[in-house]
Structures are given as C-alpha cells and as structure tokens.
C-alpha cells in the first residue's frame, strides 16, 4: 500500500487514534503524579600531575585525558561507598550509596564531575560533600608511591556540591509529550492491524477485485432512506436518486452487443438493500421512457409491494402454480410504463417453483411485453433461489452494503453465480460514503423543480382499490400494454 492509502486507513480508524492517546496521557499523568521527586547534587573535579615545565605540563595533562576515565570505576567503587557511610550518618547502605553516585568525565578534558539523586535534597548535599572529601582522599591514596613521596596525581574540587532547587524528576511535559507520541504510535498500529484482520468491503476497488465484475454504481448512504426509501418526490434530487440513474446509465451499455434485458438483483446476504434497489432501478428505467416489468421473485421475504404500496396477496406465486393470468394480478406502478408483479402467496417449495417450465414459460413472455425486466431475488448465501433466477435471466447484478459485507462471502456469492456460468453483469457498492468534494459537485448542478401531488399509491386502501379495478374489468387497460401475458398457459 501507498503511502496515501496509509493515511486514508489512518484516517478512517482517527477514533483508534484518540482512545490510545488519551489513555496514553492518562498513563503518564498517572505515573508523574505517582512518582516521587528527586533532586539532583553536582561537583566537579579538576585532575592534574604537579610536575614542572612546559613538556611535562603537556605530557601530564595527556597522561589525566586518559587516567581520569578509570576515575569513574573508582568514584563507584564499593570502598568509597563504605568509607563515606563509615564517616557520615544518612541512614543509607554502602550499595544503596553506590546506587546514588553517577560520574561523567567532561569530553576532551581533564575535569570529572559527580551526580547524586536523592528524593531528599538536604540528603543528596550531605551525600555529595562526603563523596567529594571522599574521593580527594581515595584518590591521594591510590596515587601515592609505596617508597614514599607526594601523589603523582592532583585532583581538587573546582564546582559546588551543590543541589537543585526543583527537582530533575518527574518531568510532566516531557512524560506527556512522551506519552502522547508513544499513543499515537501504538493507535496507528493498531489501525493498521485492524484494517489488515477487518474483511468487510470498505471501498469499491476491494468490491471489483473480489467478484472480478466491473462497478456499476455506488449508490451513497442517505440518512433519509429508511423512512423515504423510493427516489421519488422530494428524493428525486438526492444524491442518492443521481447514483441510481447513473447505474441505470452503466447497466445500459455494460454490453452493448448483447444488451441485458432480463436481470436478477440479488445479494450475498439480507439486508444489503438488494429490494430497495430493484425498486428504484426500476423506477430509474420508467423514468427514461423504458417499459419495465418488476418481479419480486424473493418468495421467502417479499418487499417490493410493501415499498412500492401495492397488493401482495395474489401474484407471481399464483402465476407459476396456474392458479391466474399474470395479466389478471400484474399492477401498473404510478403514472409510469413500470409494470409490478409481487411474490403473491408464500409458498413451501420456492426453489422448486421458481426453476420450473412456467417460470422459464413467464420470462418468455415478459422478453416480449416489456423492454426490461428486473427481477428481486433472494440472497445467494442464504438459500439456492438467487441463483435459480439468475441463471434464467440474461445477468445478474451483485449488490454488497459498503462496511458490512465480509469480503470472504461477496466471494463466495460471486462464485456460486459463475459455478453454474451466471453472466455476472457488474457489482454495486450500497450505502457507501462519498467524498465531500463529489456531494457538494452534485449539490452545485442539482436542478430543483417546484413539488408534485404525489401519484404512488402509499397505503393499503388505494392499492386494494387498484386490484379492485383489475379484477372488475379496468385490468383491460393492463391487458392492452401486456397483452403477451395472457398467453402464458395455465
């Protein structure tokens, strides 16, 4: 992966990125305020032979460059350490003294300067004035010839002791910043992981790849869906009513040698919005001046008369076990060329029916009484009906919910179509989310038109009242426009 599609993983997990700051920050404050302070005691030491001359003066001071580094060993030593908790009284151990002492020596000179850290600071002075008496002493000692004579090495206290007025730990900017990076580290981590062990379909390139299906839309999610789902009315501006023309356009010329005019919308699983987009798909193709026929053909789960507001008692159910025409229960939709035919009643053996003569027998006839025909399915994960329609028509169209389809079952439904050589005429990526840039595009070239009454039956009277009619004989109206229909055998 780029870099750019790093930053748009990063971007889209930002809620990772918070919690493992703030509890990051949390930790270090936590810590911070639980730590005990310390204070820091300083001297130095300033190391030089006593011989005379500019020579020796010169061959003296290279011999300290290099003898002042064994110092350190010695300012830790475990006989310093003893000697100053034999002559001062801290209520310290010899190795908890030693634990105290810390020595540098002064890059590219002669001097050694000694640290102790103390959570007491009168304690880390006492402890550093009898470090550096200590040490002049110790080092006397040990640079003193066996035969007599003076040491061959000075050392004197040129700085301090002396002790910090604040103290050098906790730091409370330095454990924030720290803690703040060390968040933001570990959350772009873990989005990363996330990302890599999340399989649900998170943008369309992933939708193509998995099914090897070209993409025809991406209808984008619209908060107003649920209680307005057909783009008609007021939703026939949304930008959601444009995504679906734009499908209309795509699925059009997908294959413009051999035109679909029969095509099953299913999904990998329920609740994709497979329904809702068959509906308006239909819808979209009327609106272009398209004879359309509408079958719900999901016998177990119907919907499209409940969206659509029609009658679901009689319909295709009906037709296939010859109890009625389907020119006697088909229903005109609106003031559109949009012919509906619903499941009708439910029956025990769906797959069976819906892959019978009369079903192939009713496709035949609906090829030559309207110009396309969509037809509603059922999921291909759930039950074999999807894929019994499908192969019946000239294609299929996959529909996948953008951040809820696994990847792992959008593959499985796309190899269960080409198991039995379905023409998988595209996929579409439902509810996805579209980049500001595009929504306010479509905002700036969007044409608002004033409100028409509204001509679809909504409720349960008005669609009783049009099977009504087509049962006592304003049907004939119907029949004139399907007229092929009749001619399906009983």
Request: glycine residues 8%; positive net charge.
């Amino acid at each position: 992966m780029d870099v750019r599609t790093n930053l748009r993983l990063i971007r889209r997990n930002w809620w990772i990125l918070v919690i493992t700051v703030m509890i990051a920050l949390g930790v270090s404050a936590l810590v911070t305020v639980r730590t005990e302070p310390r204070y820091e005691a300083t001297a130095t030491f300033f190391v030089t032979t006593p011989g005379k001359g500019v020579n020796e003066a010169y061959q003296g001071n290279f011999l300290m460059q290099q003898r002042v580094k064994s110092y350190i060993d010695l300012m830790r030593s475990d006989r310093l350490a003893q000697g100053v908790v034999s002559k001062v009284s801290l209520g310290l151990t010899a190795d908890q003294v030693q634990r105290r002492i810390k020595a540098e020596v002064v890059p590219d000179t002669v001097l050694l300067r000694a640290t102790v850290i103390d959570t007491d600071a009168p304690r880390a002075l006492k402890l550093t004035e009898a470090v550096a008496a200590g040490f002049v002493d110790l080092v006397k000692q040990v640079e003193t010839p066996a035969g007599g004579g003076g040491p061959t090495i000075k050392i004197e206290v040129i700085s301090g002791p002396r002790v910090s007025s604040a103290p050098v730990s906790p730091q409370p900017v330095r454990n924030l910043a720290l803690g703040a990076l060390l968040g933001l580290l570990l959350g772009v981590a873990l989005a990363m992981l996330r990302t890599r062990l999340d399989t649900r379909l998170r943008d369309a390139l992933t939708l193509q790849r998995v099914t090897g299906s070209p993409l025809l839309g991406e209808i984008p999610f619209d908060g107003a869906a649920r209680s307005a789902p057909l783009i008609v009315g007021e939703q026939a501006n949304s930008a959601r009513a444009e995504a679906v023309r734009k499908l209309r356009t795509n699925l059009r010329f997908v294959d413009v040698h051999e035109p679909a005019r029969v095509i099953a919308v299913t999904s990998a699983l329920q609740g994709e919005g497979k329904t809702t987009l068959s509906c308006n798909l239909a819808i979209a193709l009327a609106e272009a001046g398209w004879r359309v026929a509408l079958i719900d053909a999901d016998l177990r789960r119907p919907k499209v008369a409940d969206y659509l507001g029609l009658e679901s008692g009689v319909g295709l159910t009906d037709v296939l076990l010859g109890d009625v025409q389907a020119g006697d229960v088909v229903q005109r939709w609106g003031d559109k060329s949009l012919l509906v035919l619903p499941s009708g009643t439910t029956p025990p053996n769906p797959s069976e029916l819906l892959g019978s003569k009369a079903m192939a027998d009713l496709l035949v006839v609906l090829r030559q009484s309207a110009d396309i025909v969509v037809i509603d399915t059922a999921p291909l994960r759930s039950v074999t009906d999807g894929v019994v329609v499908a192969v019946q028509a000239d294609g299929a169209l996959l529909v996948s919910q953008h951040g809820r389809t696994d990847r792992n079952h959008v593959a499985a439904a796309a190899l269960a179509l080409q198991s039995v050589s379905v023409r998988l005429l595209g996929c579409v990526l439902n509810m996805a989310k579209i980049a500001r840039v595009d929504k306010y595009g479509y905002e700036s070239y969007r044409v608002v038109v004033p409100a028409k009454p509204a001509t679809v039956p909504v409720d349960r009277a008005r669609a009783a009242t049009n099977l009504g009619r087509a049962q006592s004989g304003e049907a004939h109206r119907v029949h004139d426009e399907t007229q092929h229909l009749t001619r399906l055998p009983r």
